[in-house]
């Protein structure tokens, strides 16, 4: 098994995708390694490619907000991101760029054994859960495989855009709460 400095520094070098060269940083993830809960986004916007840090943004502080509502911040939880490379213009990341770098985020989920894996969006949830995910159908649904509990929220961008999915969304951290104190999850002690 991988440590945490071999994995980021094999991904700081990486080239496996045309991502790489229009890159400032890698983005490799955020937070607390010993944590039981893994918030996965897609891939990083301008601003987490020029800090090289996941969710600074508007979309950062929001999901700081989300967070802070089912009394979690990032000293408590791990985010990381499909893809470790900005794609240009914001745009989602393609098929390819994903395979390529799927397995960087694998091996972190190894090396964080998290219970809970929340996926930031229908682009996470398609690539984590199943290929098939629909977000607005399935969000805030619980499935759970070799005893990981994954669930799909909107993503926090989306949010800013739509404010009629925030009811939803408050429901599913409130889910999200519950199944914590469900599994033992005592965030204020990570």
């Not at 990083?44 to 996941?54: A, C, I, S």
């Not at 900005?86 to 393609?94: K, V, W, Y």
């Amino acid at each position: 098994m991988d440590t945490w400095q071999e994995l980021e520094q094999e991904c700081l070098r990486c080239t496996r995708c045309k991502l790489c060269s229009g890159r400032n940083n890698v983005v490799f993830g955020v937070g607390n390694k010993q944590t039981d809960i893994l918030f996965i986004g897609e891939g990083p916007g301008e601003q987490e490619d020029l800090q090289g840090v996941p969710f600074v943004g508007a979309a950062g502080k929001f999901l700081d907000d989300m967070l802070s509502i089912i009394e979690l911040d990032r000293t408590k939880v791990y985010i990381a991101n499909i893809v470790k490379c900005r794609p240009p213009h914001n745009r989602d990341p393609e098929e390819e760029e994903q395979q390529a770098c799927i397995g960087y985020l694998r091996r972190q989920i190894e090396l964080i054994q998290p219970k809970i894996i929340v996926c930031l969006g229908r682009i996470a949830a398609r690539q984590i859960i199943y290929p098939e995910y629909r977000i607005t159908r399935e969000h805030g649904q619980w499935i759970n495989r070799d005893g990981i509990w994954y669930t799909a929220i909107y993503h926090p961008s989306a949010l800013l855009r739509d404010l009629s999915k925030r009811p939803d969304t408050f429901e599913d951290l409130l889910a999200i709460r519950d199944k914590m104190r469900f599994l033992g999850i005592n965030a204020s002690a990570e």
